[in-house]
């Protein structure tokens, strides 16, 4: 069985070792890379720290594909400014976060760059509803946030199924799958409705002498 849309490959960058990971961004988009999956974190909202607006401008020099900044922070409004102005293509805040979501969503459009809204494994996915003509992208995460390299959640392919229910199919707007993306599971996420899957330690950066090798493999995969 074949996918009938285009796959989107996002890198997660986290998931490189920051010792070679711009060295490797050729063989990423070599072995086709679609995107890039920046993760910001304020050890608040999740338990770790996450990535930092200097990289994100030093990989936008050396790359024209989209990067789409994650923000799992308690307050995204004042970083807003911050990672349109590195670099970002979209920003995704969590749904979970915000105390007025619409007035975000303008403000990073406002900014010049897409919005998009990211909901944790344990949200009511009827609470996107009234945001559905202000994104253009949910990031549906299929793990707890923040902990790189923990297995895909259980309920995963039905909180696909329903998304792709309330989103319907008039409004152009791409579900993300983040989390726990495997060679063994990529396909099957992408046929239960995701349009773009993040990849990371499982996949592109499995085996991290192979970076080329395993997306080359990947793109193979998904695409037949």
Known sequence: MNISRAAELSCS?????????????????LGGIDSYHFDVMDG??????????E????LRK?????????????????????FSKAGASRLIPHIETLQ?????????????????IAVNPGTNLILIEPLLNYVD?????????GIVGHKLLDNT?????????????????????????????????????????????????KNPTKVYENTAELRELVNH
């Open 44 to 53: 608040s909202f999740v338990p770790r720290f996450g990535l930092y607006p």
């Open 62 to 82: 050396i790359s024209k594909l989209p990067i789409e900044v994650h923000m799992m922070v308690e307050d995204p409004e004042p970083f807003i400014e911050v």
């Open 157 to 205: 392919f039905s909180r696909l199924t329903n998304l792709r229910s309330i989103i319907g199919t008039e409004k152009p707007i791409k579900i993300v799958l983040d989390g726990g993306v495997t060679f063994e599971n990529a396909k099957d996420l992408l046929l239960a409705g995701a349009d773009s899957i993040v990849c990371g330690a499982g996949t592109v950066f």
């Open 100 to 116: 007025h979501p619409i007035r975000t969503m303008l403000k990073i459009q406002d900014s010049g760059v897409f919005s998009g």
């Open 55 to 58: 990289y994100l401008s030093m």
């Open 13 to 29: 960058v986290i998931s490189g070792d920051p010792q070679t990971f711009i060295s490797n961004v050729e063989s990423l988009e």
């Open 137 to 145: 992208s949910v990031m549906l995460m299929s793990i707890n946030p």
